[in-house]
Every structure is written in C-alpha cells, then in structure tokens.
C-alpha cells in the first residue's frame, strides 16, 4: 500500500486484511527542494518503497497486487480502479491540479510496469456520485463540486456494516470525518449522494475556514489587503482555529479550556456546532431514513468533539464513533474486494469526461 504526502511516503505491507510491516517515512525539506514538482520525486519514493520491501524481506514479484491512494482525475464513482496509461498521462500532466497524491498511482503503474503485478487505485478525494439536484449552488457559474474524504469515509462505513451485519448497499448513513479538514457524507445504498466540500466549504476546521459569507469575501477580495494566494490560504491552511486561536491542535486548545479560555471555548463549540448542522442537512438529504451517524478521523479522539457534536444530533439517531483513520488498510480492503472477486475493478477509461 502506498500512500504518498507532502513531505512524507506511508507505506503498508498486509496479508489478507492483516499488517505485516507499516512504516512512515519522512521526506525533509532539503531532499525535497531539489524537485521543481511533486511528480519530480518519483525516483526518490520508489526508492523507498524498494528499501521498504527489502527490509521485509519481500521479492516485488511476488506481491499479489500494488494499491496505491488516488490523486487529483476527472470526478469518478466509488470504487478500485486499475490504474492504465489515460490515468498515468492525465496525473502527469496535472490535468486536474498538482497535489502530492497524484504520483501514488504513478509509483503503483511503475511496480505494474517492471514486475507484472497488478495496479490499483482506490476512492480517490475526487469520487463525485452526487445526485443532479446536490450540484446546484446558487450561480451557474459555480457548481457544487464533489471534494471529500472519500477513502475514510467509505472504509470506515463499510468496517461498520461488517461489524454489525449490516448490508452496505441497503442502509443510509451519515457520515462526519473530521480531521484538519471536515467532509460530511449522506451516504444512500453505499452511494454518496451529497458531500460537503472538505476543501473550501462546509464546516470550519483545524485549518480550513468552510463556507463563508459570499458578499463579505468578495470585499476581503478587492480589498487590496490580501493577493490571491493570500486569500487562498486563508481558506485553506490558516482558516478555522487556526485563524481564530493561532493553532489547529486540538489538545492545546482543549487545554486552554481547561485553563479558563472562555474565548478558545467559544471558537471550539462554534466548529462543533457548525459539523452538527452539517449533519442535519444531511439527514433532510436522506429525508430522515438514516441507520446510524458515523463520526470518524482525528478529531473523533476527542472526547469533547464527539460530545459537543453529539448533544445536537443524537435525537436524530444512533451514533457510532470510530476515531482516526487508517488509509492503509483502507487501501487494502479496496484491493483485497478485486482480488477476491468480490467486486470488479473499475475501468477509468470508462468515466465520463
């Protein structure tokens, strides 16, 4: 399993659902500088990844199958894809936006490539199965795109309905994963019919400032106090509490709470407020037919999250918390459901322009 970021490669060694060997690795600034773009790095994480299988003592050849996380492509439905050359070529040529995940399915096509094993990808941020009425915004000019936590979301859920002997594709869910970004999900038979955007609207975050008030952005814009790239990053990187209290850790927070920070109080209840309604709209998506709330990433290990969250909407029903994420195993899992035949692995030639 491969799961490359910015400035870190994770990697994930499994036999059926079990780990043998994780490991992540850091890249620092000074190996990475030298690289003008992401995809530049590609002999640098292949390395490791040829490193990694060495000190587990593991042949590539005899690997069943490489999954990698997916990248920045044209909106796609759910599912394992195999990765192919259009896939290799659109991520190449960042068609779609640079992002580092976009060489994770480039470094699985070369293990493809070199010792004949299958390449996957799987639940990429960019699996788009909203319904035609979820895309409208308001201006025809700006629809509502499609922009998630696909893979924890969808992992997670799925781990649920195992656990509890429930048929994914026969239940509705609502789905939170809260993290330094926020996504919520209505999912309906297994398919995300609405999404909160976990980039740029929705809640605010740790980091992210969520959807604002349009009018008053528009100001901020032609203000001439902030250049586009200013502006862009306060939305994304130093939004949310970041921008109110200075950090986006949440355990500090929690104890300038603690310590009688009315303020930092205040600022943590309106993030938690702001994922509660979030929750809510989607139950009306649902038209209240909804098994179970699902509230799942970092920030469920927050006991003060899942309560300050759960005292709104736990009238609406039941809710199960699994905190973190494990991409890894999600990565698996995906790979695991082709590989068993469980599911066939869907082709992204075959995805609409």
């Given at each position: ?162 656990k509890e002997n429930w048929d994914f594709r026969a239940e509705n869910f609502v789905v939170a994963h809260i993290g330094g970004g926020i ?15 976990g980039l740029e609207a929705g809640p605010y975050s740790p980091e992210r400032s969520g959807t604002l008030p349009s009018l008053e952005l ?29 950090t986006g850790n949440l355990i500090e927070i929690e104890k300038r709470i603690e310590q009688g920070d009315d303020y930092a109080q205040l ?87």
């Amino acid at each position: 399993m491969v799961n490359p970021g910015s400035t870190t490669t994770k990697l994930g060694l499994f036999e059926d659902e079990t780990p043998i060997a994780t490991q992540k690795y850091e890249h620092p600034g000074y190996e990475l500088e030298k690289f003008p773009r992401i995809l530049d790095q590609y002999g640098l994480r292949r390395q490791v990844m040829l490193d990694f299988l060495k000190e587990n003592q593991i042949q590539p050849k005899t690997l069943s199958a490489v999954v990698a996380r997916g990248g920045l492509l044209k909106p796609m439905p759910s599912g394992t894809y195999k990765v192919c050359s259009k896939m290799i070529e659109e991520l190449s040529a960042s068609r779609y936006g640079e992002h580092a995940s976009n060489i994770g399915a480039i470094l699985a096509f070369g293990f493809h490539w070199d010792f004949k094993i299958p390449a996957y990808i799987v639940d990429p941020v960019v699996v788009d199965e909203m319904v035609d009425i979820a895309r409208f915004s308001g201006l025809k000019e700006i629809p509502r795109r499609s922009l998630w936590h696909a893979l924890n979301i969808m992992s997670v859920t799925r781990q649920v309905c195992a656990k509890e002997n429930w048929d994914f594709r026969a239940e509705n869910f609502v789905v939170a994963h809260i993290g330094g970004g926020i996504s919520v999900a209505a999912l309906d038979h297994g398919r995300c019919v609405d999404v909160s955007n976990g980039l740029e609207a929705g809640p605010y975050s740790p980091e992210r400032s969520g959807t604002l008030p349009s009018l008053e952005l528009v100001k901020l814009c032609y203000s001439k106090s902030y250049t586009e790239s200013e502006v862009k990053r306060l939305i994304v990187g130093n939004g949310g509490l970041v921008n109110y209290l200075g950090t986006g850790n949440l355990i500090e927070i929690e104890k300038r709470i603690e310590q009688g920070d009315d303020y930092a109080q205040l600022v943590f209840s309106g993030m938690c407020y702001q994922i509660a309604k979030e929750i809510g709209s989607f139950f009306a998506a649902l038209k209240g037919k909804v098994k179970r709330i699902i509230l799942t990433g970092g920030a469920a290990n927050s006991e003060q999250v899942i309560f300050r969250i759960s005292e709104y909407v736990e009238g609406f029903s039941p809710i199960i918390v699994v905190p973190g994420e494990d991409e890894l195993a999600a990565l698996a899992h995906g790979g695991l459901r082709v590989l068993r035949n469980e599911e066939s692995a869907r082709s992204y030639s075959e995805v609409g322009p």
